[in-house]
């Protein structure tokens, strides 16, 4: 992985071939030429071929030798022209800065990792012809890191990670191979300052950037081949996961990052596609396998139809157990097809259509115990590294709604998990108008949609919920004794059953699949359930969400120069569409004792013989429609236009600057509640009459123009060839749409950064340090003091920090590669609808650590058999809450695992995550409250999971 900085280039032999001559004071080059270089031997092929790019060509002789070029006609840009050269020779092209390139022996056709985020022309593309597995094969081979010039973060193709004056990192097919992530948040722990909580399962998972509050996804993209998956950024990860047909990720953080991307402000991640291949056909399978019962097969194949098009199909179908131990299975698949036209004169047009339908496990939080040193751990018959509350007993409930929703009874199901459809549409154009002038386009429409069936147990009740079996027998004390079931009525929970079941000599438990009856006078098996005597509540999180998304992005890039100055400006436009429907309608609260696979319990009144004359509960549910935000439907129409401009003065002085302006028209329609709650059906069991929160089948609707700046500044020079300084300021936003609180303003974020970058035959850093300014940071959470409503903060954060990168190489065989971040972000300003609350000034942010280290040493195998590598990751302490009630321990996690070429065609793979079994915690109970506490020695939260691996075989055809 490469981040953040670049490589010096190996000496070349002094019998070289020089060509074109092209001295570094000369004009910038036009981006597409016209060539007509025959086939013949690499000697005087590369000769010619520079002679007509104007640029200069370096080769040892001893490389060359032997070797033969093939023809390239035609108009192309120099890096295709160079790729179409060396095809089918067994040269490799070291690097290419836009005025001189180096060629190495190497494996056929093998070009440099580029990275282009946000440029216009199409150099995100993965090389035509080149899969995972090939990149992954020549990184292999030819990781020192010397070789690699890698141009990013920037909408000119010249300039260089050691040149540029943003903080970038490239995540190759390699990486993400020896990472082998569990989900596609899991990716995003390869980007230095990121924090990611990856314990929700494969989706739905949560991540934070430089001090920002963890917890959400605010100010970070998530794209596919430089496109939002999302306009608004959060949710991305629903609708996208790493698959065979990715060739590598890029992120770039600040900089240009919230002006080339809507809602990426922070940072943006993008994830690379193949492009179809028009030299010849291709294809891999992968399988894939894990300790806890996951099965997987990817498949790609691409190949050239005619002269100029090609095409490439690829995806997976899987069958997954998730991480966690579960009575169910959840299948899916994904599949994405590109068909490519390329016109001689270098421009392209491309079709793409992606659609999947799939099926995911979704983790709630649980509760842990506190010993009184503070050391947190399992519940008896709850391992927290491996178990999960939900199971057989959530299968199903039809749950009891507000009629005008037009379903009176709502499904919900914890079989189904998190059902994800989606059908995505998407075309690239790029036209070369002179070579010196290019115009690009692209744009995508997203139809999607989720159907979300969660269970979060202590949501709402809270740490109150947990206590005995016993006591929630014991009308005195029972924590449902508050309760009010009746419409209009202040008659509470065991009142209300008394009158309704006169002859109730005692309550007791009824399990609601297997039928058994718990007498409250049978302490002993009470207190023997589970062997803990343990019950909660746990919320049943019914939430359908029906997205329709359009997205486009187009410009013209224009390069220029002249004597001692070269110049990249582009200049473009974005319009997005975005209209959501929301239901979050009939949650209702069940009851549930602690373990995994845990059963529902209705509570039932019984005589004095002991049998049951009615229940309270309906199926375990105890009440209805008092968590949630309910319905809205929103509609965001998004106006931008942006500029960008690199400038490169003499050899040593790179400036850079650019701004993007939004309009933003917002739209949101907010289903109204009625006075009086609407009653459940009739012949509903249980003692709660009325479905809570009502839907009265109206909405009430708000609109609001909002309007804001992106905007960027740069510069870098190149002290010597090994150092170079950078400093960057960045201002950009997050749009925040609608939803029941109403319309939201965007909230800015401000970022400096400055650093330096080393680089030296063997070893490669850059330190940065950085500021992150948050204003008016704007969060919903539920207010527990009320379940169903949705409570608003807004709040300042500051944060100053380091990241520290290094890559060592003492020898061939041997690399080490350390990243790291130390930040100290702060609370303030911070209120609760409207309200300050001055007490949580200079608090930590909730779910944001101060320190985040990865260290991943890699032994090279001999004979180009493959690598063993090894990774050791460190998550410093954080707190759960903003009112720092509760500190989550430090943990550390070591990984090891092994890529081995078999043969030419078949690589192996094998990944152990969490070797010594560790404990983590990557949050607390937000829903809990602003300020949460350990009560009678438990606190809900999230557990990373045990030790686990993951085995992968990969196939050539």
């Not at 993007?660 to 709650?677: K, L, M, P, S, W």
């Amino acid at each position: 992985m490469r981040t953040g900085h670049i490589f010096s280039l190996p000496l070349v032999s002094v019998a070289a071939i020089a060509a074109g001559i092209a001295t570094p004071a000369v004009a910038a080059q036009p981006a597409v030429r016209t060539f007509n270089v025959p086939r013949q031997p690499a000697a005087t092929g590369l000769v010619r071929f520079a002679q007509q790019a104007g640029i200069q060509i370096l080769a040892p002789s001893d490389v060359t030798r032997g070797q033969t070029v093939e023809a390239v006609k035609g108009q192309l840009s120099i890096q295709e022209g160079l790729r179409r050269l060396i095809a089918t020779s067994r040269l490799r092209l070291v690097s290419f800065d836009g005025r001189t390139a180096v060629i190495a022996a190497g494996a056929q056709g093998a070009v440099p990792r580029t990275v282009s985020y946000g440029a216009p022309q199409d150099t995100t593309a993965a090389p035509t012809g080149t899969d995972p597995t090939q990149v992954a094969d020549t990184a292999a081979a030819d990781d020192n890191p010397q070789n690699d010039i890698i141009v990013t973060g920037n909408t000119s193709d010249k300039r260089t990670l050691f040149n540029s004056s943003s903080n970038v990192t490239l995540v190759n097919a390699a990486d993400l191979l020896r990472k082998a992530p569990r989900s596609t948040a899991d990716t995003l722990e390869l980007v230095p300052g990121v924090f990611v909580e990856g314990t929700a399962g494969p989706i739905s998972n949560n991540y934070s950037v430089r001090g920002l509050r963890g917890g959400g996804q605010s100010f970070i993209t998530l794209e596919e081949d430089g496109m939002p998956i999302l306009y608004g950024g959060g949710g991305a990860d629903f609708y996208f996961q790493n698959d065979i047909t990715i060739a590598r990720m890029e992120a770039v953080q600040g900089g240009t990052s919230g002006v080339l991307a809507p809602n990426g402000a922070g940072a943006t991640i993008n994830f690379i596609s193949m492009k179809p291949d028009h030299d010849k056909a291709t294809a891999m399978v992968r399988y894939t396998g894990t300790t806890y019962g996951d099965l997987r097969a990817d498949g790609y194949f691409s190949a050239p139809i005619a002269d100029g098009w090609a095409f490439n199909v690829g995806g997976y179908v899987t069958s997954q157990r998730g991480v966690r131990r579960t009575p169910f299975t959840f299948n899916a698949y994904d599949v994405k097809a590109m068909l490519e036209k390329q016109f001689a004169g270098g421009g392209f047009v491309r079709f793409t259509v992606k659609h999947g339908d799939k099926h995911f496990p979704y983790y709630a939080d649980m509760p842990f115990r506190v010993a009184t040193d503070g050391t947190i751990s399992s519940v008896p018959s709850l391992d927290l590294k491996r178990d999960d509350v939900g199971g057989r007993g959530f299968t199903q409930f039809l749950v009891p709604n507000a009629p005008a929703t037009g379903q009176s009874l709502r499904r919900f199901s914890s079989a189904d998990g998190v059902h994800v459809k989606s059908t995505t549409y998407r075309m690239d154009v790029e036209v070369p108008v002179t070579p010196s002038l290019r115009l690009f386009g692209r744009a995508r429409y997203l139809d999607g949609s989720y159907d979300f069936n969660g269970i979060f147990p202590g949501s709402g009740s809270g740490t109150a919920g947990l206590t005995s079996a016993v006591n929630y027998l014991n009308p005195a004390v029972s924590p449902l004794a508050g309760l009010t079931p009746l419409n209009g009525s202040t008659l509470t929970y065991f009142q209300v059953a008394a009158a309704r079941f006169p002859n109730t000599a005692q309550y007791g438990l009824r399990n609601i699949r297997t039928g058994q009856v718990i007498a409250a006078s049978d302490t002993a098996t009470l207190n023997a359930l589970n062997g803990n005597g343990l019950l909660q509540q746990t919320v049943l999180n019914h939430q359908t969400l029906a997205t329709k998304d359009f997205g486009s992005d187009f410009g013209v890039k224009w390069d220029a120069g002249g004597s001692n100055i070269d110049n990249s400006l582009t200049v473009g436009g974005m319009v997005y569409n975005v209209r959501r429907r929301n239901n979050q309608s009939a949650v209702a609260t069940v009851l549930n004792d602690v373990r995994n696979d845990s059963n529902v319990y209705d509570m039932v009144a019984l005589n004095a013989g002991g049998g049951v004359i009615g229940s309270l509960t309906n199926n375990g549910m105890v009440n209805y429609g008092n968590w949630g935000q309910g319905l809205f439907n929103d509609e965001v129409t998004s106006l931008s236009a942006y500029f960008n401009d690199e400038l490169t003065i003499g050899d040593k002085l790179h400036i850079d600057f650019g701004a993007r302006y939004e309009h933003q028209h917002v739209r949101v329609d907010i289903g109204n509640t009625a006075g009086t709650n609407a009653l459940v059906p009739a012949g509903t069991p249980g003692i709660y009459d009325n479905v809570g929160s009502t839907f009265n089948g109206t909405y009430t609707r708000q609109t609001a123009n909002y309007s804001d700046w992106a905007y960027t500044a740069g510069i870098n020079y190149e002290l010597t060839d090994h150092v170079a300084l950078y400093v960057r300021g960045a201002h950009g936003f997050q749009t925040n749409g609608g939803d029941t609180g109403g319309t939201h303003a965007p909230t800015g974020l401000t970022l400096y950064e400055g650093g330096v970058r080393f680089n030296a035959r063997g070893f490669n850093a850059s330190v940065i340090g950085f500021r992150t300014e948050f204003r008016d940071q704007n969060y919903q959470f539920i207010n527990p003091a009320n379940p169903a409503q949705a409570s608003n903060a807004l709040a300042d954060n500051f944060t100053n920090g380091v990241q520290v990168n290094a890559t060592l190489r003492p020898v061939q065989f041997f690399s080490v590669d350390v990243q790291g971040v130390y930040q100290d972000p702060k609370l303030s300003n911070l209120r609760f609808n409207g309200v300050a609350q001055p007490q949580y000034n200079g608090n930590t942010p909730e779910r944001t650590p101060k320190k985040l280290l990865t260290v991943t040493p890699s032994f090279i195998l001999p004979g180009g058999l493959g690598e063993i590598y090894g990774r050791w990751k460190y998550i410093g302490k954080i707190f759960a809450d903003s009112g720092n009630g509760i500190a989550l321990p430090d943990y550390s996690v070591f990984s090891v695992g092994a890529s081995i070429d078999a043969t030419p065609r078949l690589n192996l793979s094998v990944s152990v995550d969490n070797l010594t079994d560790t404990k983590g915690f990557t949050e607390g109970n937000p829903r809990q409250g602003q300020t949460q506490t350990i009560v009678n020695g438990y606190f809900y939260g999230r557990a990373i999971v045990g030790r686990n691996a993951l085995f992968s075989a990969t196939l050539k055809l």
